[in-house]
């Protein structure tokens, strides 16, 4: 999905829709791209990212990964080594209920990436997490499969293809 999109645009032509979600402004922006788009990967992770690495290790062509990590700013859930693994592996964005870590190496990277803040502390290795659940949290339910819309004015999610 490379069409040029802005998420106020898009708010604009399609905000009266039913399949149409706006995210609470609870992340800040990290990576090296300001805006992206995909359809939507979902992880449930607390504090640990052995799952998280696993999809990401995936090859994928327009995809964004939504990891639930509950919100906890105890530890981070993404440093830069997944974050380049997303890279490599043709992953378009990460939002993160959650925390990451190495944010100034991450700003280098040609990803999208938000979360609500940084944490130095790197997640647990516990094992644990579900993948492709119906997850909530910022105001908005994210599917697998649905499209996420990610620029500098906010995050936007739909059951379908917005232009």
């Not at 995210?23 to 359809?39: A, R, T």
């Not at 919100?71 to 830069?80: N, P």
């Not at 997944?82 to 990451?100: E, F, P």
Request: net charge negative.
């Amino acid at each position: 999905m490379t069409n040029p999109f802005t998420t106020a645009d898009l708010c604009d032509a399609h905000s009266k829709e039913d399949y149409f979600q706006i995210v609470e402004p609870l992340f800040k922006p990290y990576g090296g791209e300001k805006s992206f788009c995909g359809q939507i990967t979902t992880i449930k992770a607390f504090e640990e990212n052995v799952l998280i690495r696993s999809v990401l290790e995936e090859k994928v062509e327009n995809r964004v990964l939504v990891i639930d990590g509950g919100g906890s700013h105890r530890c981070a859930l993404v440093d830069y080594e997944l974050a380049s693994l997303a890279v490599a592996n043709g992953w378009q964005g990460i939002v993160i209920y959650g925390c990451i870590r190495h944010a100034e190496k991450i700003a280098t990277l040609p990803i999208g990436i938000r979360a609500l803040h940084t944490h130095p502390l790197q997640s647990h290795i516990k094992d644990h997490g579900d993948r492709d659940l119906s997850l909530t949290f910022a105001g908005v339910n994210f599917k697998t499969n649905h499209f996420l819309y990610a620029d500098t004015d906010g995050i936007i999610v739909s059951d379908m293809m917005l232009s």
